[in-house]
């Protein structure tokens, strides 16, 4: 089964074709970050415009690219939540006139789900269940994927994001956005013990994260050495700043394999490219006897391979659309409204 599908929920616009779920035939990517570098962050506005005039000849090239033909399509996959409502609104229509032009399903898809299904390309042989450290730039939680498309949330970041927190720091940094590639190699040269910044524990659930503290943490330090005229030592607070997250994220993660007795564990989203938190996890894992699950880098960040991965699945459980389907700035990945 040959899946067109479509991306647009932030700042990439993204067509792929994957066979049967997990055989990536081509994955294209127009990248608007250079664009919206120049404002320190994603201008909404500029996003939907841009994905506009690149999803038509990306589909094409897409097309072009693997030989095939508009009739070898069998379905079209797209994100459909949770993103930037113009952006998302572009892919999915898009989707919708593709799927009615070619009169074939259309297949709506959750972009977190997605992030998750981006295992399944790296790792032709995982199958559900295992348990999903999700870490984006608008997500944090930790999931036992029971099934292709059944899941439980076991907690999620209450405030900010893990990625948002990495991009504002670099902002504050003068790093280019999205800070969080720049500050992890920055911090691969810094001590990490050097500055103390907190590692909070916020709620009930011990499955629950908050990183605000930390970020407001960091950007305090920061504004009080320039203050004081105190020259901070940048790789270390890079380094000290990661392994907070770090610290975070992954007792978190063993305790959940501790609990739900699960083997093996994914990693997901674009936080999960970071070099310290994948070497957390995989010495974690190690003392467990788990398996651990990362993307290559490429698969970790937004594209359109992951949608067509989950699309697949989502298609063989029966979640197709009709025309009616809409575009939601926000929605539970177990597809409740928020
Ligand atoms: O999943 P993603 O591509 O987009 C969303 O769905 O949000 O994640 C983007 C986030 C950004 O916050 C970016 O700074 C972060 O992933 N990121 C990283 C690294 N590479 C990308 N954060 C920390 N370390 C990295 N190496
Ligand atoms: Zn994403």
Redesign the pocket.
Known sequence: MNILAIES??D?TAVAIVRDGREVLCDCIASQVALHREYGGVVPEIASRKHIEAIYGLADEALAQTGLSRSDIDAVAVTYAP?LIGAVLVGVNFAKAAALALGKPLIPVH??RG?IAANYLAYPELKPPFLCLV?????TMIIEVKDYTEMRILGTTLDD????S??KV?RVLGMP?????A???MAQQGDDKKYDLPRSRPGANPYDMSFSGLKTAALNLIHHAEQIGEELDIPSLCASF?AA?SDTLVPRVVQALKETGLKKVAV??????????RADILKAAEGLGAEVYMPP?ML???NAAMIGAQGYYEFLAGNTADMSLNAYATKSILGESL
Do not use: M, Q
């Open positions: 929920s932030c990439e993103g972009h977190i992030h870490v984006s730039g608008g997500h994001a893990a990625g948002e990495f991009d670099g956005y999205p800070g969080g590639a500050l992890d190699k990661t997250v997901a989203g674009g936080v999960a490219a970071n070099s310290r938190i880098l970790c960040g937004d």
